[in-house]
């Protein structure tokens, strides 16, 4: 039976879902736990701290024994304003990381967070096993094809312009709608052709004020009504979160873990975290066999 979350009076059932990656089958029965692994050292919180191979293999295996059931491998910053890399160079860069990581780790699920084929190519060949993609196809025309072409799992997130000119872009005439329909039309691009497993990403605070964010969060369930795909969502330690309680991102766990529980609760099927253990607490306690 699958397991459940109490909101108010009622229950929601959480969907369970699989994906298919380097011929192996993945089966997910409750809320998947997404450990961020950033190696560009300009990262808005962590950057530099994993930039080097070592650190990189050691904070892998510290997301794994923290309750990770992913781990996301970025090796360019996204933060509002960031310059992206030259393709070329960030293929290098996940090349080889996602390399140590395989063999290292060889049962772990690995994601790599890039928005260019190229980088997404060299990550799988390397053995990578799901894109997650910031920029959802926008930013390289050959991304739909390629993802389609290696059959991987493919994460599409909403944004609006390159990282260094989103925070201009924030003009919706109701943002859930205008998602809805980002999402409806792409992810039919995608499936015609030939896309099999497919996430969403509404992409808290790309292309968003901090108002939009927390609108967006609110009405979550309006996502997850219209779409059968899993919702990934990203709060982990964002400004949505810091700014209005006068923090920093160093400050904002607990902040991060309220605002997760309300993710889940609207719907959200995966958790992308820099800190998996206190969500894997939050899932352990919301969905569990215990009646409300």
Known sequence: ???????GMEYTKF????????GRL?????????????????SFYDGGRHADMPSMLRHAS??????????????????????????EEE???????????????????????????????AAVEAGADIVNDIGGGQFDEAMFATVCELQVPYIMM????????????????????DLV????????????????????????????????????????DELCQVFDEPLLVGLSRKSMIYKPLGLTPDQALEGTVALDALALERGARILRVHDPRPARQ??????NDHTC
């Not at 997910?28 to 450990?35: E, F, I, T």
């Not at 909403?158 to 709608?177: A, E, F, K």
């Not at 939050?282 to 969905?287: A, C, G, N, V, Y």
Request: charged fraction near 25%; proline fraction near 7%.
């Open 91 to 121: 293929a290098a860069r996940l090349r080889e990381a996602v390399s140590l990581l395989r063999a290292e780790m060889p049962q772990a699920v690995i994601s790599v967070d890039t928005c260019f084929a190229q980088p997404a190519r």
């Open 1 to 7: 039976m699958p397991l459940s979350v109490c909101i």
């Open 15 to 22: 969907k369970p879902f699989s994906i298919v990656t380097r």
């Open 158 to 177: 909403h944004t609006r312009g390159l990282p260094s000119q989103m925070q201009r872009l924030v003009d919706y005439d109701d943002i859930v709608d």
């Open 62 to 87: 510290w997301l794994a024994d923290e309750g990770a059931d992913i781990i996301d491998l970025g090796a360019v910053s996204s933060r509002p304003g960031a310059e992206l890399l030259p393709p």
């Open 26 to 42: 993945v089966e997910y029965s409750r809320p998947v736990v997404m450990g961020i692994l950033n190696i560009t050292p300009d």
């Open 181 to 220: 329909r980002y999402f409806s039309n792409r992810a039919d691009q995608l499936y015609r052709m030939g896309m099999k497993d497919l996430w969403l990403d509404p992409g808290f605070g790309f292309a968003k004020t901090t108002s939009q964010n927390h609108e967006l969060l609110r009405r979550l």
């Open 282 to 287: 939050t899932i352990d306690l919301m969905f």
